[in-house]
Structure formats: C-alpha cells, structure tokens
C-alpha cells in the first residue's frame, strides 16, 4: 500500500452538522471516518485541519496503532473530547481503509462475528403518557426488541429526549447562536418518572427490554431513590442518572438499588470510565466510537470492561454521521461482551449523503459485507448543505440556577 496522499475535512448539514474525515492513499484507496462533536462541529474540524491532516500526510496507512499513539501521547495534552474526537475519525478512516485493501468488512478483522445481529434499541417518546403509549406501539409493530421510553414531566416543557412532533426523531441541538434555555426540576420529575414505567408494562407487559435516560440530572442519592422505585418495573437500563465525572459518585447509587446502570456517553477515554469499570458501578459501558477514539480505543475499553462483566451499549444518536453507525455495529457484530447498540435513526436526506450498507431487520441491524466500514460520503451532495450553527440546550432549575442539561 501507497502512503497517505490527501486527508481532507467536510462539514455538512443535510439537516444537522456532520463531520466527516476522508483519507485517500497515494494508489486511492480512501476512508471515512466520522468527527461529529454536537453543537462544537467546527472546533473538531480545526483540530483535524490545522493540526492533525498535515501530520498524516506521507505515513503508511496500514500504521493505525502507530498512528493513534502519536497522536495521542504526541500532543502533550491527553483526553478531551475535541482531541478523542479527531483521533477517532481518523481511527475509523484508517480502518475503513485496511478493510477495502484486505477486501474485508471491518467486522471480520476484528475478529468476526458473535452473533447473528446485533441489537438496537429505539426512542419512543410522547408530551403524555398517552402520546408516549402510541409511539410506544409504533415502535412495537416495527419489531424493536429493546426501548427507550421518555415522557414530557407534566408542566416541564424542556424535559429531556421528547421529539418536538409525533412520529420525529428527537433533535436536541437548536439552530441560532445562543443555545435555547429549558426548566428542570429534579422534584417534579423525581414524582412522575415511576409513572411512565407503571403504564408502560401495565399496557405492553414485560416483552421489550425498557430504557431510559435520565440525563445526568439527579444528586446520587436522588439517582438511588429513583433506581429503587422502579426496581419492580426491571428495566434494561437506567442511563446517566448522575454525572460521571466524579465516578466515585456511583458506589452510592449502586449500594441502593439492584436497576442496572448505564453510562459513558460523555466519556472520551479508558480511564474516565477505570473506576466505574474496575469496582463494577455500572452494567454498561456507552463510549462512542467517534468520541472515544475510534475502534482502535474502544476495542481497549470494551475489553477491560469484559474483565467485569460489564457490556457495551454504544451511544448512537442522529448527531453522530452514518459513518459512526456503520463503524459501531461492525464493532457490535463482533465484541464479545456486547449489551446493546442505540438506533435513532436517520432522515431521507441524511442518508443520501450517506450511501451505507448497514440495514435493520425486526429488532436487529447488520452491517452488511461491503469491505472496510461499508458508508460511503457523497462529498458533491454534501456541499449543498453548508454549516449552520445549531447548540445544545441549557438547563435552569425554576429558581434560574444553571443545571445538567
Ligand atoms: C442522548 C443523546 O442518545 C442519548 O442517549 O443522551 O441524545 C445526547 O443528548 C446527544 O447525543 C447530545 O448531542
Ligand atoms: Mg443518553
């Protein structure tokens, strides 16, 4: 193989903000690889253009290790997740290209395949119950095994993961530039979370796995409290209850209650999850694959989180590219102690940029046997959609005091 000729940067918004790498060899053999960073696209994108594409230029491709070590520990400056999320698209590129070089699927050089198909779990969500029950019920006929249910907080207009309409996926990230300001309020939210579960299984019973996702806004011991109030309603997961930059934080959660536990979302390397991991705080270890260094770092915590009988359970919402999707369940299809892959899916016009190989079927997704990563980027359609700036929300407590959105 040819050393690196090009690596080249794209921003598109075909719908949301995507940021992708593309790596081409002297013979032009190219990879993508996924940079999205929600609501900071464009740092990512300066991090990769002014500091680590002019570096690629000349090494021999086949050097992943090689490569994601110098970058790693040759910056100086460790973790973070603009730095992660550089090194991972790059990652993911280089990956994608010793597969078409080895005319392999990425899944087959991992090691090949675990299981049939990998499982995903959906977003059901509603401003009601009641809405919450009917979208519950869509995604029940579309043959999901596993999902995750999120109900607006009665009053709480701002509460986490409701799609604006029904039938839409959820889209946090809000166009302008100053981020929106949403109300929160543990207590109000802390009465009514049980209630979602109770008329979940009371109408649907205990056939689909449940999730839901907290959102890193309760104190521990709120989280505990939570946690064993619905212990009878067996939930797949409960996700970030708290957040985990104190990974301490979890040992009280955990003495409390036996509802497993699910976080690492916004984690970017082995060790913001080591104590999680090492004492066994949580069931499921969420790193993605764009934010977490690629396949190359993920592969290192999934296997340390083996050790603990702890599984995965990939973050994989719209705001990361098809790119990530495609890469995530090649690593699904083969990790060994995998738990779960998120699918929120993607609109029509998002996945035109995306031409991909991956497909759902009753529950499960493959990702099919294209060699390397099997997502390709339409780079001419790409660039009818330029950049538009789009941030996260903010949350405040009801006395305006800023809190974990
Ligand atoms: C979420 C995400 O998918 C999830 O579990 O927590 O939707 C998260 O809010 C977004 O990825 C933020 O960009
Ligand atoms: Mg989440």
């Known amino acids: 193989m040819t050393q690196i000729a090009k690596a080249e940067v794209f921003v598109t918004c075909p719908g949301r903000n995507f940021v992708t790498v593309k790596i081409t060899t002297g013979d032009g053999v190219t990879g993508v690889g996924d940079a999205t960073l929600n609501g900071r696209e464009l740092a990512v994108a300066s991090y990769l253009k002014d500091h680590l ?21 040759g910056a100086y400056w460790r973790r973070g997740p603009v730095t992660m999320t550089a090194i991972g698209a790059i990652d993911m590129a280089l990956w994608d290209i010793k597969g078409k070089v080895a005319g392999l699927p990425l899944y087959q050089l991992l090691g090949g395949a675990s299981r049939q198909g990998v499982m995903v779990y959906c977003h059901a969500t509603g401003h009601s119950i ?5 979208d519950y019920a869509k995604h029940q006929e579309q043959g999901f095994k596993a999902i995750r249910v999120q109900a607006q907080v009665p009053g709480m207009e701002g509460s986490y993961g409701i799609a604006h309409q029904p039938g839409e996926a959820y889209e946090p990230a809000i166009k302008g530039q100053r981020p929106d300001e949403q109300l929160w309020s543990n207590e109000k939210y802390l009465d009514f979370a049980p209630k979602i579960f109770d008329a979940i299984r009371n109408k ?25 109030s619905i212990e009878d309603y067996r939930l797949f ?11 301490e934080a979890f040992r009280l959660i955990r003495q409390h209650t036996v509802t497993p536990i699910a976080t690492g979302e916004v984690l970017n390397s082995i060790w913001d999850c080591k104590t999680l991991i090492e004492e066994q705080l949580i069931d499921y270890i969420r790193t993605t694959m764009t934010h977490a260094g690629g396949i190359t770092h993920m592969r290192r915590i999934a296997d340390f989180a083996a050790m603990y009988q702890i599984r995965t359970g990939s973050h994989g919402p719209s705001d990361l590219s098809p790119i990530c999707m495609g890469a995530a369940l090649h690593f ?5 102690n995998f738990g779960v892959q998120e699918y929120m899916g993607y609109s029509e016009q998002m996945l035109e940029v995306f ?8 529950g499960y997704m493959h990702p099919g046997e294209q060699p390397g990563l099997g997502v390709e980027f339409d780079e001419k359609l790409a660039a009818k959609y ?9 949350a405040r407590l009801e006395d305006g005091t800023v809190w974990n959105w």
């Open 237 to 247: 997961w409960m996700e970030d209850p708290t957040p985990a930059e104190n990974q």
């Open 386 to 394: 330029p950049y538009q700036s789009a941030l996260l929300p903010i």
């Open 355 to 362: 031409p991909h190989s991956w497909s759902y079927h009753n």
């Open 53 to 73: 594409c002019p570096q690629l230029i000349g090494r021999d491709p086949a050097q992943i290790e090689d490569i994601w070590q110098s970058f790693y520990k």
């Open 332 to 336: 699904d299809l083969w990790v060994p």
């Open 204 to 228: 649907f019973g205990f056939n689909e796995h449940l999730l839901h996702d907290v959102h890193h806004r309760l104190s521990p011991i709120e989280a505990a409290r939570l946690g064993q």
């Open 130 to 134: 009641d809405e919450l029950i009917d």
